[in-house]
């Protein structure tokens, strides 16, 4: 019960977020969820032996969207990713010496280096990611391209779950996620890709009709009238699902590892935050990628 209370609590506000609200507002959000993300992992980080520096992780994930948030306001194009993108390489190229020399002012000198990678790989796992989502919101058709992520990343987390528990009988990995099965991966795989093709092929009138309700601005919305081919939409949807599907794998090998079950308790019946998100994580980069490789061959998605 309490697992589907905090999902009917945090779908509507999470789908107003990617479909209406102000660029500033929603990296806002992004970078609240970036921090409690960061914190589990941190929090995780004691269990292997690392003593890891907060504040500086904190300020730096602050950073990441501040600097990102601003990069966008400076983008003189709707389609242009120059700006945006350089910023967020600029900051995950230096984070690796801001946080050594950071740690070179603690009593461990033995733990620095552990210290300072902790605070990275937080950085570079749960905060750039995250930041890619506003990268991709500030696109044209932003709102709907994030829309149809967090549809494909969701069906595919459904579609494991429920196929998994009448169907499962092969175990995917025992050691890492004890509950997954092959027939549950399958059905996540197929499932997704069939929604994503779905969801992207009829993007016009989806849009078409939210804007009509006032869910979806105008700005963020796919109206062009020719989508993608079904074979273009059906690789990205794919691709979506199987990096969701790696980055849910990737947290609970973390999880395994520190000995816990769940990444923290902040949500009822869900765990942690980032045990919300992990999937996202992965899939992410991948939308963010076709997104570039689009423009840039063609100048727009």
């Known amino acids: 019960m309490k697992r589907v209370t905090t999902a009917v609590v945090l779908i509507p506000i999470v789908t ?27 929090g995780m980080a004691g269990h292997y032996g690392v003593d890891p520096m907060h504040r500086p992780t904190y300020a730096y994930v602050v950073l990441v969207f501040a600097a990102a948030c601003l990069a966008l306001e400076w983008q003189t194009q709707v389609a242009d990713l120059g700006a945006s993108t350089l910023t967020l390489l600029v900051l995950s190229v230096v984070a690796p010496f801001v946080f050594l020399v950071i740690a070179m002012a603690r009593p461990d000198l033995a733990g620095c280096y552990r210290t300072a990678a902790a605070s990275l790989f937080a950085v570079l796992y749960v905060a750039m990611p995250l930041a ?16 149809y992520l967090m549809l494909v990343v969701w069906s595919g987390d459904t579609f494991a779950y429920y196929a998994g528990r009448a169907l499962g009988r092969h175990k995917l990995s025992p050691r890492i996620s004890p509950g997954k099965t092959w027939e549950g991966t399958a059905s996540s795989f197929i ?18 009709a939210l804007m009509r309700a006032g869910v979806l601005a105008r700005a963020y919305a796919y109206t062009a009238q ?7 939409i059906l690789v990205l949807s794919a691709a979506i699902n199987i990096a969701a599907q790696l980055g ?54």
């Open 226 to 232: 020719r989508t993608p081919d079904t074979a273009e």
């Open 248 to 301: 849910d794998l990737a947290e609970s090998l973390i999880k395994r590892g520190a000995g816990v079950k769940d990444s923290g308790t902040l949500l009822p019946g869900h765990g942690g935050v980032l045990d919300r998100i992990d999937a996202l994580l992965f899939a992410a980069p991948v939308l963010w990628y076709y997104a570039g490789l689009k423009i840039l061959a063609q100048g727009h998605l």
């Open 16 to 42: 107003l977020l990617i479909l209406r609200s102000p660029l500033v507002l929603l990296a806002a959000a992004l970078a609240l969820v970036a921090l409690l993300g960061t914190r589990e992992l941190l």
């Open 132 to 147: 890619l989502l506003l990268v991709i919101r500030s696109l044209w058709a932003g709102g709907f391209l994030l829309l």
């Open 191 to 208: 499932g997704s890709m069939l929604l994503g093709w779905v969801i992207f092929g009829h993007a016009p009138t989806i849009c078409d």
